[in-house]
T-cell receptor, first 114, second 116 residues
């Protein structure tokens, strides 16, 4: 897997948009970018996956510039319940059996304040 | 609710003992991966089972072993427990998600192991 770099922690307030950026300078042509969310004492939960440009689902957006050397997870109007650790994974074909061989980095701890 | 269940949720062992952790995968998933998560760190990949065969292993010693059964449930066994084995052990089942068309991992709640 390509090495990723994320901020260790971020603070935000309820109702704000939060953008978490992940750097992955050595991303390869076949690599996908996947984000997971983890609450204390729970397993990580899939948020979103993308390859290029922009992907949006019901909970988040993922922005990937043309050079794909970074990606930004955008959480619109966060609430207190979005306080969690967010992990960025980059690897070739994070699908099927390859999806389960990823080692997560230390992630970004997001704290949402009232 | 991911449909992945793990047992036991918590357990305490002493150094040198052996432990078996269990995981039932989400219906329809034939791939189970195991992770170790130490406090304050991200999950570290231990190994993966695909259709009852080991299909990849992380940087863990042979005293970490596993099994997958015909119904795709899985076990993680750790022998000769060490203090550093204290962690949250997570299993995840996977398959290409029809909903997202991605290799989404579905995690269980984990088994918290404490080694004294």
């Amino acid at each position: 897997l390509a090495k990723t770099t994320q901020p260790i922690s971020m603070d935000s307030y309820e109702g704000q948009e939060v953008n978490i950026t992940c750097s992955h300078n050595n991303i390869a042509t076949n690599d996908y970018i996947t984000w997971y969310q983890q609450f204390p004492s729970q397993g990580p939960r899939f948020i979103i996956q993308g390859y290029k440009t922009k992907v949006t689902n019901e909970v988040a957006s993922l922005f990937i510039p043309a050079d794909r050397k970074s990606s930004t997870l955008s959480l619109p109007r966060v609430s207190l319940s979005d306080t969690a650790v967010y992990y960025c994974l980059v690897g070739d074909d994070l699908r099927g059996t390859n999806a389960g061989k990823s080692t997560f980095g230390d992630g970004t701890t997001l704290t949402v304040k009232p | 609710e991911t449909g992945v269940t793990q047992s036991p949720t918590h357990l305490i062992k002493t150094r040198g003992q052996q432990v078996t952790l269990r995981c039932s995968s989400q219906s329809g998933h034939n791939t189970v991966s195991w992770y170790q998560q130490a406090l304050g760190q991200g999950p570290q990949f231990i190994f993966q089972y695909y259709r009852e065969e080991e299909n990849g292993r992380g940087n863990f010693p042979p005293r970490f072993s596993g099994l997958q059964f015909p119904n795709y449930s899985s076990e993680l066994n750790v022998n000769a427990l060490e203090l550093d084995d204290s962690a949250l052990y997570l299993c995840a089942s996977s398959g290409v998600s029809v909903r997202t068309n991605t290799g989404e991992l579905f995690f269980g709640e984990g088994s918290r192991l404490t080694v004294l």
